[in-house]
């Protein structure tokens, strides 16, 4: 089964901390990052990993639209995010989009990653440490277990 991952993380890299163990767990993931590969071909993967930090409360604008214009139709996809805030309604954005496409949703994986967006960075940030290695492996484990 192929495996490409799209992702945008740039703030912390908490998010590519992530995919980085998933990666080197199983060298047959492709990583794709959207701002490095804007117009990356999908259709050939079996299925698509969809990994963000959490902007305003949703995946980054920028993987929404990569998603928008490239995600393939009928294709499994599991999400992975990193987000400060330990609540939110993440994933609506992208659902729909995947919902739109007639993709299947596999599952999804979360955890706390260090954030110092607007106030948080006046206090020094929250979710100080994380993703921390019980989380890395973690995500790992939710691969596998796919």
């Known amino acids: ?3 490409a991952i799209v992702y945008y993380s740039k703030h912390h890299g908490n998010t590519k901390k992530l995919l980085d163990a998933i990666s ?5 993931v492709e990583l794709i990052d959207v701002t490095e590969q804007p117009d990356a071909d999908l259709s050939s993967f079996d299925r698509i990993g969809v990994a963000s930090g ?5 995946f980054a604008k920028q993987i929404i639209a990569f998603a928008e214009s490239h995600l393939p139709e009928n294709k499994d996809v599991f999400y992975i995010y990193t987000h400060g805030a330990p609540v939110g309604g993440f994933l609506k954005g992208i659902r729909a989009v995947a919902k739109k496409k007639n993709c299947r949703e596999i599952g999804k994986f ?3 990653g260090f954030d110092t967006f607007g106030p948080f960075g006046k ?3 929250i979710a100080k440490g994380h993703p921390n290695e019980k989380d890395i492996a973690e995500a790992v484990e939710f691969y596998r277990a796919l």
């Open 123 to 125: 206090i020094g940030g």
């Open 24 to 28: 080197s767990a199983d060298d047959s």
């Open 1 to 3: 089964m192929t495996t």
């Open 110 to 112: 979360h955890c706390l």
């Open 54 to 58: 959490i902007y305003f409360s949703a």
